[in-house]
Each structure stands twice: as structure tokens, then as C-alpha cells.
């Protein structure tokens, strides 16, 4: 399972020399396996991986997380929905309110986009999950809600090796008085379960939590507690906050360690990032 992050930033894009580092580009993230790809999210970043799209690739499959739109602002600007050969699949959270397909469609229309949705070349098929199980090419996934607005839904992703674990927007804290000591109740415990890597909603210092409970991410001292709960073994920090700069982040990173001795490896997730899990 290979692993390219093309945006790890949070809420809106940071473009700036202070973010060259960690990247200012929001959620983007591709998984392959062989002939299969999955892009989970497209924000921002999505644009460049289009700019660098592999050939020989017939088929995409698009995870979305939710549609806030730091995560889906990319879509338009993908070059390969504009190839009318490419298969493109959107999957996206059920709503109880207005299906996937109306919700995309808000976006993807005058007067915020020039282009129609259902005018796109690729003509992509557009698919609602909620708690649900399916596969695409050899990897088995899993979805489910978790405590962001919106609805929101994380992803497990699983090959015959590697377990790959996606909530880039959950606050784990919320909803449960008991967090982490009793896991049952915490927001994605089953998505994450021993997962080889996680990536993970770490938007806020615990100071500017505070003020923010509620709004659907987390401290990275929570996102910490989670990943111990869960016994990941790899654990990166997601969704940086627009204001953190590389050198803040680095800070942080340093901060909230400090000298635990913690069963799992931590660190940043960087723009351009290139994982193998075996």
C-alpha cells in the first residue's frame, strides 16, 4: 500500500513561505495498490496530484470524508474529470436532509463553479455510505460516522497486509465524559483499531481547544490519547490549523511529546509525504 499526502492543511489553504514545510494545501491523500487508486478527500492538494497524475490508471475512486469545503474544493480543478475515458466513483457520507448527488451539486454549479457536475466529461457516479463495508480492487473498507458536523464518516482501509486509518476531521473527546478510559464510547475506537498508520485530526493546541469543544476536531494532546487507546503503530498529525507554521508545528509536535515514552512512533504529516506499508 503506497501512500501520497498531497494536503495536510485544515479549513482553508495557508500558501506561505512559513508553511513551505508541512504544505498548505487542504485534505488530499492517494492510496494505490497496483492498478488501484483511492483519493481520500479533495481539497486543495488534489489539484497537483492531477498535475501529476500516473498513466496507465482507467479508474478513480474518490473517498470523501464530508463536504465542508475545505474538502472538496479541489474537485473542479481535477484534471483527470475531464477525460471522458477515465471511470471516476465519488463516495460521500449519506445525509438524512438531501442525497450526496444535491450536496455536490451545490459546488459544482454556477454561480460558485463554472462547471456543472453532471456536465464533467467522466460523467463520475456518485455513491452514498454511511456505516458500510465494500471493496475496490484489493482493498477492503471500512466507513463509519464520527464526531465532526456535517455527517461525517472515517475510513479503514485494509489490504492483505496493512491497515490504513483516515479521519483527518473527529473529535474524539466529545461525547464521551469518560475519554480515553473507556473506549466503547469514543468516536472511531473501531476505525482505528491497531492500525499500522493513522491519520489524524490534530487542528488544536490544548489552549485553543478549549474555547472550541464542539467544533468537530481535536487537540493534539487528545489525538495522542487516542492513538494509545486504539494501539496504532503509526500515528501522523493531520489537518494543521492555517495559523501553525512549520516552525509552530515543530513546537507543538515537541510540546505534547516531550519525553512520554509512547508505544507508537508520532510525527507531522507533510505535503509531498511518500508512505509504504508493507
Known amino acids: 500500500m503506497d501512500i501520497t499526502i498531497w494536503g495536510t492543511r485544515g479549513s482553508l489553504p495557508a500558501p506561505s513561505p512559513e508553511n513551505n514545510f508541512f504544505g498548505g494545501n487542504t485534505s488530499c491523500v492517494q492510496v494505490t495498490e497496483g492498478d488501484t487508486m483511492l483519493i481520500l478527500d479533495a481539497g486543495s492538494g488534489i489539484r497537483r496530484l492531477g498535475d501529476n ?17 475545505d474538502h472538496i474544493m479541489g474537485l473542479g480543478f481535477f484534471l483527470p474529470l475531464y477525460n471522458p475515458r477515465m471511470e471516476v466513483n465519488i463516495w460521500g457520507p449519506t445525509s438524512t436532509k438531501e442525497p450526496l448527488l444535491n450536496r455536490l451539486q451545490r459546488y459544482l454549479s454556477p454561480p460558485l463553479f463554472p462547471i456543472r ?12 455510505i454511511n456505516h458500510s463495508a465494500f471493496s475496490i ?24 497486509h496493512s491497515v490504513l486509518t483516515y479521519m483527518p476531521d473527529h473529535e ?14 469514543t468516536s472511531g475506537y473501531a476505525l482505528a483499531l491497531n492500525a499500522d498508520l493513522l491519520l489524524h ?47 509552530y ?22 505535503e509531498g509525504d511518500v508512505i509504504t506499508l508493507p
Open 117 to 128: 457536475l453532471q456536465d464533467l466529461p467522466c460523467r463520475p457516479n456518485i455513491i452514498e
Open 249 to 270: 508545528l515543530r513546537h507543538l509536535l515537541n510540546k505534547a511529546v516531550g519525553d512520554k515514552q509512547l508505544p507508537f512512533e508520532v510525527d507531522i504529516a507533510a
Open 172 to 185: 474524539p473527546a466529545l461525547g464521551s465524559s469518560h475519554f480515553p478510559e473507556e473506549p466503547e464510547w
Open 53 to 69: 497524475f500516473p498513466g496507465g490508471v482507467s479508474r478513480i475512486d474518490i473517498l470523501l470524508t464530508h463536504l465542508h469545503m
Open 201 to 247: 485530526d490534530a487542528q488544536y493546541t490544548s489552549e485553543e481547544y478549549e474555547p472550541r469543544v464542539g467544533w468537530g476536531h481535536s487537540s493534539m494532546v487528545d489525538a495522542l490519547q487516542f492513538a494509545e487507546m486504539t494501539a496504532v503503530k503509526k500515528m501522523l498529525f493531520f489537518h494543521h490549523d492555517p495559523s501553525h507554521t512549520d516552525s
Open 137 to 160: 480492487g484489493n482493498f477492503s473498507i471500512q466507513s463509519s460516522y464520527v464526531c465532526h458536523p456535517g455527517p461525517t464518516i472515517g475510513y479503514r482501509i485494509e489490504n492483505q
